[in-house]
């Protein structure tokens, strides 16, 4: 298990496509170093579920699967990324999804962080796990879970101990509807689209940092624990 540590490590971006070992990844980092996840789709979620300003705004581009646009974003991510908890540093996930709001970052970190000596000189590190892209099919077309007790499988790399059987309850494995190879086509054409723009901002500014994410999962964390390590914000090491 990983080392936990209380040290400052500033924002951190991770980009990477469905099946890349994304939430994986960032649950690994969460646990060393007690920082927060930010998944601005939960924090839209949440706010459509209150039922807030917020949420009535962004609903119907949520449901017509576009993006919300970026000045309702940014309010609510600067309302987040104020709280006490992002001190110290924070993982984004979902954000940013395009230039315009990735430039909106820099500068809001640089207005609202830099002068803080607790949070030091941090603008986010963004790291991309790099999978290729047929072993991403295959990693995501052998997905399979159960849909009593919602264990995943993966039929290459996890299978269960008797085929199409959950190993818990017996139920039979099924493959959900967005796993199935022509949804997973389109899933990783549109990530791709979507991301480019957002991993060449960053590459320009050189600040993006590449992973090998066929390496099994421990050695992912790994390399992403080296760059995080070489990357740590100068004033936060007195935490
Ligand atoms: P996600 O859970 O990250 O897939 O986000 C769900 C939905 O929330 C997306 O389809 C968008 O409508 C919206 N959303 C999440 N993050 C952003 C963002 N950074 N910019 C615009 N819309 C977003």
Not at 214 to 228: A, E
Request: charged share 30%.
């Amino acid at each position: 298990m990983a080392e936990r540590t209380s040290r400052g490590i500033g924002p951190v971006i991770l980009l990477g496509s469905p099946g890349a070992g994304k939430g994986t990844q960032a649950k690994q980092i969460v646990e060393r170093y007690r920082i927060p996840q930010i998944s601005t789709g939960d924090l839209l979620r949440e706010n459509v579920q209150r039922g807030t300003p917020l949420g009535v705004a962004a609903k119907d581009f949520m449901a017509r699967g576009e993006f919300v646009p970026d000045d309702l974003m940014y309010d609510m991510v600067a309302q987040r990324l104020r709280q006490a908890d992002c001190e110290r540093g924070f993982i984004l996930d979902g954000f940013p999804r395009n230039p315009a709001q990735a430039g909106w970052l820099d500068a809001f970190l640089e207005h609202e962080f830099f002068d803080n000596p607790q949070r030091g000189k941090c603008l986010p590190i963004v790291i991309r796990i790099d999978v290729d892209y047929n072993k991403l099919l295959r990693r995501i077309t052998g997905r399979r879970s159960c849909p009593v007790c919602g264990r995943i499988y993966n039929v290459y790399s996890q299978p269960p101990r008797v085929a199409d059987r959950c190993d818990v309850d017996g139920s039979t494995l099924v493959t959900r509807d967005d796993d199935r190879e022509d949804v997973i086509r389109d899933r990783l054409e549109a990530y791709e689209l979507q991301t480019k723009p957002v991993a060449e901002y960053y590459a320009r500014k050189g600040r993006l940092v590449s992973v090998n994410g066929d390496l099994p999962v421990n050695q992912v964390t790994d390399q992403i624990f080296q760059v995080i390590e070489s990357h740590r914000p100068v004033a936060s090491d007195k935490s």
